[in-house]
């Protein structure tokens, strides 16, 4: 098996069955080392739908993808074996089915020693994609991209809305909250309270207004996460609506696609174990732009999972 | 209390708070006949979600509606005092729990000797809705309009999703299925075992292409449902794409709004407990044209209901 | 001056200044036979605007026109010396000065003798149009395509908004309305007495239902315009908005594209001394769907104008 | 009567009738502090219609608004009480008309020592609601987000288009020219002459390279209003076409979502006696990004004018 | 392997890699009966391009696909062995290349005894797939539907653009002109001598107007094409825009969905060799209604030649 | 001959026959300085087809262009004469032919000593546009602003697709590589040796990270062109896709149009003998923002070429 994009030279780009950056799809045993893989599941939202098209049309923009990176001077695809691993299982009607679903597809990824990047799906799919990595890496760090805090309370009687993950995951002892770290968070809120768990737990969130006093300052400022296990969560409303109109509940002054490359870029973190793409709502997108952002910052999250090469060979 | 349209030559149709048809949002204990009421929930679609949106911009188009039906020779709104009731409590997260709490809503309107016709919302939505009208009337004949049968089986190990309330309808003593009346049903279908339901208790389908060998013998042909308890729950869906393209599941070679039209005209009906309109999904729109079809239904359907009369005062 | 249309097949119909059916673009009073003109006016809408972008859209779509009309078997552009005559002066912000305006260019029109097919703009262009004919030809007859009566009453104190024309037409004695045809008409009506006016003055008003229980006899019975002055008026509206989404008012259950082309091909009328086709709203439309039945109007328009050749010498 | 927001967590934020920000619609003379009002009125505009539908649109997309804002650290829907106050009357066919109507409500909503935030409609607009505030307040200043000046002559023998309320307002004596404040102006003018009066009348006009060379500064040298009545009107254009790209005039080159946010949440005003957003043309909007940075800016509005909580006792 | 559709009751119809109608991706020497395989180039349209994206599209959309076909009483996907074989080669810069790629593919193709149906991709692609069927089976009958002859003169000097493949078919003997039939075809024509070509071979024209004069008569006379190796080249402008809004050269006044259905199920074909479906423009399209209506062909096209299973055999 | 354009206060700009910037539509031999000129060609695209319709779409949109810019303090319609001359022949099928036909239009252009902005097409039409000015000039020095290098090597056995018009341009002569300037590229790239032609030929590339290292920095390092004869091509994907969403090849992380502006203003040349803006796709665009911002580059390239007016008389 040859882990080869096709290249867009001898097969035009809008050509063909497409997989994620135009990489085999592949068995989820098969011997990649990170495989991409969609969670197509939007019963979460509390605003706008779709989210469950994300996989399919994330799948067609990555035609655009590329693999060397100039900035960090890398091929990725030459670095990594990257597949597309197909979707996992998910139930439209159902969260709880859902979460069973995913619960046992990405354990058993888990087992085989596989790294993983998927593509959502609304923002409740990370919480079980945060349990099978806990049962493997115990608690990681989270580095959270999101417009929300997603450490709201429940809502209509559920837990489990896309609003909550953080919260969940706090409770849970998924991740460490206060060397956790949250960018491009803003307002508004419902209630000052919705500040208290945030405030108990210590999590480091930084705002729009953060990143806006002087960029460079703020990727000086942002913690060092090296070998330790970490988990990024990309919630595309982290990107404002005129970056990213194709979202469920977007937010206006958020981060521009540029803003984000560079926060991207300058991450160390050494041990990426797992990553989600979230909330990209295709029937929302004009032209596409939101599901090429999301492209943009899956091959961003190839290159931070290839400087972890070193854990691939430790499975 | 006037249940008056607001007039679009005094106030453009344009202006003002959207309620349906431009009639009063009033408390679901008032003093009306005839309820219009919102049922906001798409967690049971296997395709393209939405219809949560059904009920805000159906009420945006029927800002369009008029009371006068020239052919009936009858001004509805002011034979009938219709309202606006607002929308039932639902959960997108759970149908469960959407299923529970319009329960209790539909349970105290029919409590309250009132007939609705709901707004969704998809069509797993009506199940709750018949199980009301069931407690108040008993079993009720069915006029189903839609390209799918929805007695299919479960799926996704989901007994309620939007593909089989009639399947339940019929298994709960809800409906009487071969008094029943199917009209716009077309294939493909995954399996001929799909038939099996339909067969075993004698539905009454009839198709695009009993519809379009002569549509005046179709109209001649048609049950006379008479006085007894009679639900018409409308899928967007029977209509084709090019008429509705606003819709989760879409079939080519489906009816035209005319049809629709002359078929509701046509009907016998002389007792319509409830009905709704369901399969809207505004997302999926062009122009609003979809829309624009389910209001011009929810006016035949007000027509149908102003045929009623009689039966109100009995309460 | 040579009136013929730029070849698609020398130069592609997507190149090229966009003028209609890509003839010549000629000022006023050059030599040509029939002059389409744009007035791009939407200040008298009820509902969506838009129709001022009319003509820009129907130039560009008109790209695809051609001469040959198959089953009339007539070369239009070679019968009939057609150009482009640009804009009518219109006023964005008010009618009064658009209908003065209108009037000063039409009545140079008409004193030029030459005939026209303005291409709106709303309904409520109409009325100016019909008085510059008056001026020359006397009462005429009209045949009048749209899904609404046009003789409402006055709106929030207004005589002359986009449903008034015919009202005010036959007030004026612009027209003969025993003889005049409506098609297409269909309901609902804001109240039974929107029917006094029709009437009361013998308006001969045809409906869908008329024109589906048999095409061919409704063409057969259809009045027979001869040699008096006629003018069409031809409101997108009339079509179905499943052909018709981009408009301003749109119906459900109305006429298709080919219904209207076997009426305006089966029209017995010798003397067509104007024409308009109104209502086409493109930023509502849907890949240019309505623009292009419009344009498609515009050829028979032209035939039907180039039967009538005879007159165009009398000036 | 309770003036709270009707909670998303309670009732899904996209069920429900549509009123501004979820708050009660109630009856002018109501005992709310600040009344949102919507003006659906375009025919003053000179390019792209729709801003009719601006109030619609923004009801819904307000489903979105929460209270509490994070860095001003006030939940404004506790500190005010806030209310849909419906639409203004408007007359789609008659600029003068609507001008008549609008003085007559906002005459009365100033007599009832009522503050408001008014949703257009196009610019044109503005005039009539300085006339009321005048009546009321005498002159007051004017902070006036924009691309475009507001002081063009008439056109098409027009004086109140949407491009010319400034200098009325400046003519008529409404405003105090020297001390009022343009912000997001930029070029292109039809000729160096279209500043002629913004020179004689020494209008405070900041440009989008005022604010881009250092926003910091920006902010700080903005002048201080302090309790002098204000009024704040917001054309959407203001923003660059990427955040705002449904308007009627959109030009390149703009303000941000986050620069706008900035600029609002750094002025000094104790005493915003009315402010309007105007220009959001929803048929030209994408994924309704305008209408939500609309509803942004009405949160900011709304926060302004809690500050100035002291001035609404003094009626 | 087995050739067996994804199950949308296992897997929501929503998720996984896109293949058409949810079937294996497989080799082109594997051993299924007929190959679905993608022709992405539109070089050769005339006005509107996008046909380039139509086998990614309609994969998509033809996860909406289903094996059993009511009124055939028939599971095509039971009977055949229906394959995804991926996409042609193609050159979008250059026809001359795509042609010499085209041709080596089908060319093998056909030496491994398959039967293939190609989705465009514009028309001009039909050509070579002619030319690599005649190879093969000689002398093909064509049925053709289409808005268009196709017979046109060459264009800017080319003489292989979309409207041509019909002459060259006839210039080259691929196929039997006087035995061929032309359906859905209409006017208007840019000259009469455009219909020299069509008269002088005797190919068996029929229009519009025939099919609506009658739909039964106009099935019961269509030809028997018995067991003569016959190819279907099925272009989406037959249907009306309506219908196919997006596609490159819609033409008003065209067939329905549902007219299309009745005819290719009446066709009496048992020895389908080839087809096709082309000039579906995905960017032009609303809500994809075309794109379904290309599957719902594909699915009629899959079912006559599932009539034809015989021939497989014999290969 | 004037060569004014026809006023937006006298006739609002949405009316009339669509030329560039509302100037006259003239022969290519009239005697005006600059003519605007479209090249309908999009055959070279390696992704989204579309900008065939860039020319007739930002005719439209520039309506919206004025003459006077503020800052520079010019009227520009006022200093030169400019025209719309139509549109380049151009063959769709055929790229061969479409450079043929194109080097025949301007070398004439050029032998008539005229200046030109061509109005793209895709960026494979900038290569001969190249060829025709530096048969006049000799070699240029070339600005380009664009997202890719376009130094890539062949695709498909083609030579001459949208992304090698500077390699060839190098190749052939016609540029001086080391004196010329690439402004907006990024990544990412297909393989590091993509950097290999760049690197040989000492090309001058700056990034979006140099633009945003500090705007002014970057203005004041810009090379002085100073007399030598210098090109521009303007390819619309240097904006980031929130600012020109209707494009062929997106990137995330592109300028802003403000940042393009400033550009525009700060570069020093005193002779720019021929532009051009390129790769503008109207059906991908969202409310014609892509267009509006070309319109805007059209006027700011318009503001230099009025810089070298000197120039001109020298012919």
Not at 43 to 57: D, I, L
Request: net charge neutral.
């Amino acid at each position: 098996m040859e882990y080869k994009q096709l290249s867009g030279r001898d097969f035009p780009r809008f050509s063909g069955v497409k997989t994620f950056f135009r990489m085999p799809y592949v068995a989820v045993d098969a011997d990649y080392d990170v495989g991409i893989v969609g969670v197509p599941y939007d019963g979460g939202v509390s605003y706008r739908p779709g989210a469950r098209f994300g996989p399919s049309k994330i799948r067609e923009m990555s035609s655009l993808g590329r693999g060397y990176h100039w900035s960090r001077d890398v091929n990725i695809l030459e670095r990594l074996k990257v597949a597309d691993i197909g979707d996992s299982p998910t139930v439209p009607v159902s969260q709880e089915k859902t979460y069973q679903k995913m619960g046992n597809f990405f354990n058993n990824l888990m087992s085989l020693n596989k790294r993983f990047i998927a593509i959502g799906g609304d923002h409740s799919t990370t919480l079980p994609l945060l349990r099978a990595v806990h049962k493997k890496y115990g608690k990681v760090r989270l580095i959270h991209f999101d417009a929300h805090l997603d450490t709201y309370p429940a809502a209509w009687g559920c837990e489990y809305h896309h609003g909550t993950f953080v919260r969940h995951a706090v409770d849970e002892g998924l991740i460490v909250p206060d060397k956790s770290f949250q960018v491009g968070i803003r307002g508004p809120l419902a209630n000052k309270d919705d500040l208290d768990f945030v405030n108990k737990h210590k999590l480091n969130v930084t705002t729009v207004d953060d990143v806006r006093n002087g960029l460079n300052d703020f990727l000086n400022k942002m913690p060092d996460f090296g070998d330790e296990p970490t988990y990024i969560s990309f919630d595309i409303d982290c990107l404002d609506p005129s970056y990213a109109p194709g979202t469920g509940t977007p937010v206006p002054g958020g981060l521009t696609t540029y803003e984000v490359q560079r926060i991207l870029r300058a991450l160390k973190v050494k041990n990426l174990v797992g990553a989600d793409i979230v909330e990209v709502s295709p029937p929302y997108d004009s032209s596409d732009i939101t599901s090429l952002a999301a492209m943009d910052t899956l091959f961003e999250l190839l290159c931070i999972m290839s400087d972890s090469k070193i854990n691939f060979t430790k499975g």
